[in-house]
């Protein structure tokens, strides 16, 4: 349950980097965007383990300058990928 939350935690905060001047974003699910987020987890498949149970938590969770409305966490041929939607706060 610890890794989890961690994991939630260590998701956030990169989003919240990225995202910050985007409303939508994607990105190949890899051991390199694992190492980026923080994760350090060594196989391909509990790495989209880890961010699809952290992506659940996340929706609906506040980030820098939005709310983030949606995760999708898709398999395209060979390659996993993260694709992110943030609704835009209202000034």
Known sequence: MEEQKTAVELLRHW??????????FAAIIDKKLAENIGLKE?????IVSIIRDAAKELTGKKISAGLISNILIEKKGGLWKIIVFKEKELV
């Open 42 to 46: 060594n196989t391909l498949e509990n």
């Open 15 to 24: 989003l919240n980097a990225v995202m910050s001047d985007k409303v939508i």
